[in-house]
């Protein structure tokens, strides 16, 4: 059984840095693509970036470019979120995705809010 769990978000401060982790299970994940994305209340679920099975960090969204880092450690099943420089339209759940055999898995996402 497929499993995603994020964990890592909370309260940073503007311009504060924060990692969140997705933790996997039930499917070999060194051969998978993991992605991320958030969605902010109101608004739709944007996708933030991706890290390849072999590693490449791609990172889609404009808005966040040269401040989040996507990594992985294929030895603990898990990839991380390195957000730096957080800014107020950060504030959203963020939520790490696979697509296994065609079907999309989702975590139960992590809030992160960022104040002033």
């Known amino acids: 059984q497929v499993q995603l769990v994020e964990s890592g978000g909370g309260l940073v401060q503007l311009g504060g840095p924060l990692r969140l982790s997705c933790a996997a299970s039930g499917f070999t994940f060194s051969s998978y693509d993991i992605n991320w994305y958030r969605q902010a209340t109101g608004k739709e679920r944007e996708l933030v970036g991706v890290i390849s099975s072999g590693g490449e960090d791609i990172i889609y969204a404009h808005s966040v470019k040269g401040r989040f880092t996507n990594l992985r450690d294929n030895a603990k099943n898990t990839v991380y979120l390195q957000m730096d420089s957080l800014k107020s339209e950060d504030t959203a759940v963020y939520y790490c995705?696979?697509?296994?055999?065609?079907?999309?898995?989702w975590g139960s996402g992590t809030l992160v809010t960022v104040s002033s």
């Open positions: 995705n696979v697509r296994v055999a065609g079907i999309d898995y």
